[in-house]
């Protein structure tokens, strides 16, 4: 018989009945827990775990169903027979190797830059940007529209291979309702389904560019865009942002791809005017330059309603439109969605496929019961009411401490890009992470010194507050401790 002292739950994610078929299971896989042999009785294994018994039993009655277990009525539960034999060997690497790893990968793939902590949600003064907030996220409408996903009506789009198609019900929806809002206008062959705006705008980078090709990123930017760009071996060139964003007229005219975020730019929140929207787009015609337009936060424009999108002015389709869903639901779902011409989103659609096929379709189709049932816009609503008081708390908080704004944002969003004069950002990060404090520091979002300076000062000086998930009652406390340092 099995001891039940041979069993211990880990601290994983889960319902206590799922980590116990987990422990059980990966017994089994293992090979520490033979065929025939006999588990410890559901009372004994309860008494040493500190569960209630009807918790084991329900989770020993899944294992018999996948046949792990088998029940032999009154004396128990035993190794099933039948369940997967652990491999007949131990896998061991190799003590050396021969291989010249360094000359087979190539070049390296530069760094994010950025770190977040994995426990972030235990300190009590969280400024990390895109953390979700679960008072605000809709849980049980999701549930219930994952249930309904679930269903015999939708056995098809849960369950097939579609190669490279996506859900009809999301992009119809996407079509109908999303890029309206944006003043665009799309048929179901310009749309295409992403795993996140990063994933969308890697697909764009490695179609649009390569060797000899020349792009420009914003500095500063999302440091994930410039490693994304700096892997396809083009030629980068960092064009540094004002107060308006992305200036057109520094922009050199032998650009065959320009990345910019005009909505909510990263990481400044600089909102671009309608009059050097159009400069861009003008440029880009008279010099035949291509603009994927990074179109993310604009669903958080609380303070007044969002500008045109980029995408809305295209007049001769030169503009790839990136959105995503992540940021507004929740980080972890990782769906977004780009908008282009029929014959770019037709070939990115092939190497889509080549890599990922498509995302998955059970996720697709809760995410379109969720927008059509009305819940994503209950959650736009009631997030964007919440962000509103967090930014007044946030600014008046800021003003009493005399910390410096270097950008806000005009319009909305969930964070505020802020400058320490004669400070390392860095140094005073890891100094406030130890008092429960986490801010983000600027520097990885820089790839000159000059873009840097344009903002006022070296890029070690400043940094980055959210207030995506921070409650309005420790807004004050912790703006006051980021100012002590």
């Not at 004994?44 to 088998?70: K, M, N």
């Not at 426990?119 to 679960?134: K, M």
């Not at 269903?151 to 890029?179: N, V, Y």
């Amino acid at each position: 018989m099995i001891p039940a002292e041979s069993f211990f739950l880990d601290a994983t994610e889960g319902t206590l009945q799922s980590r116990i078929q987990q422990m059980v299971a990966q017994g089994i896989l293992s090979g520490r827990f033979r065929p025939a042999e006999r588990l410890p009785s559901s009372r004994a294994l309860a008494r040493h775990l500190g569960v209630s018994r009807i918790t084991v039993t329900l989770a020993y009655t899944e294992l018999v169903a996948d046949d792990y277990l088998t029940a032999k009525g009154r004396s128990g539960y035993y190794v099933s027979q039948n369940a997967p034999e652990p491999p007949a060997f131990a896998p061991q690497s190799p003590a050396l190797t021969t291989v010249d790893w360094d000359r087979r990968l190539g070049p390296d793939i530069p760094s994010l830059g950025l770190t977040k902590p994995r426990d972030w949600a235990r300190y009590r003064y969280n400024f990390i940007y895109g953390q979700p907030d679960a008072s605000l996220f809709d849980a049980a409408n999701w549930r219930l529209c994952a249930l309904q996903a679930l269903g015999k009506k939708d056995f098809e789009s849960l369950t097939a291979d579609k190669f490279d198609q996506d859900d009809p019900l999301l992009i119809d929806f996407i079509i109908r309702q999303t890029l309206p809002r944006r003043g665009i206008l799309a048929g179901p062959d310009e749309v295409l389904l992403t795993l996140g705006a990063q994933n969308a705008l890697w697909l764009t980078a490695q179609l649009l560019l390569g060797p000899g090709k020349r792009a420009v990123v914003e500095d500063p930017c999302y440091p994930s865009l410039r490693s994304i760009v700096t892997t396809t071996q083009a030629e980068v060139t960092p064009v540094t942002v004002d107060r308006d964003g992305l200036p057109p007229d520094i922009i050199p005219t032998t650009t065959d791809v320009v990345f910019t975020t005009p909505s909510h730019q990263c990481p400044t929140t600089a909102t671009m005017p309608l009059s050097r929207r159009k400069a861009i787009l003008a440029l880009a015609e008279e010099h035949d330059m291509l603009i994927v337009e990074d179109d993310y936060e604009f669903e958080m424009s609380f303070l007044k309603p969002p500008s045109p999108a980029l995408k809305s002015l295209d007049r001769t389709g030169r503009v790839i439109h990136v959105g995503s869903f992540s940021k507004s639901i929740f980080p972890g779902l990782r769906l977004g969605y780009m908008v282009g011409p029929a014959p770019f989103i037709a070939r990115a659609r092939a190497l889509r496929a080549a890599v990922l096929r498509h995302p998955p379709g059970h996720i697709q189709r809760t995410t379109a019961y969720f927008l059509s049932l009305g819940h994503y816009d209950a959650l736009i609503r009631r997030t964007s009411r919440a962000y509103a008081e967090r930014r007044k708390v946030m600014d008046a908080a800021l003003a009493a401490e005399g910390l410096t704004v270097a950008g806000a944002g005009t319009s909305g969003g969930s964070s505020i890009w802020l400058r320490a004069e004669g400070r390392d950002t860095g140094t005073l990060a890891a100094r406030l992470q130890e008092k429960g404090v986490l801010i983000e520091p600027g520097a990885p979002f820089f790839a000159t010194a000059t873009g840097a300076l344009s903002q006022g000062g070296p890029a070690t000086e400043f940094y980055r507050l959210a207030y995506s998930s921070i409650p309005v009652g420790r807004i004050g406390d912790g703006v006051a401790l980021v100012a002590q340092g």
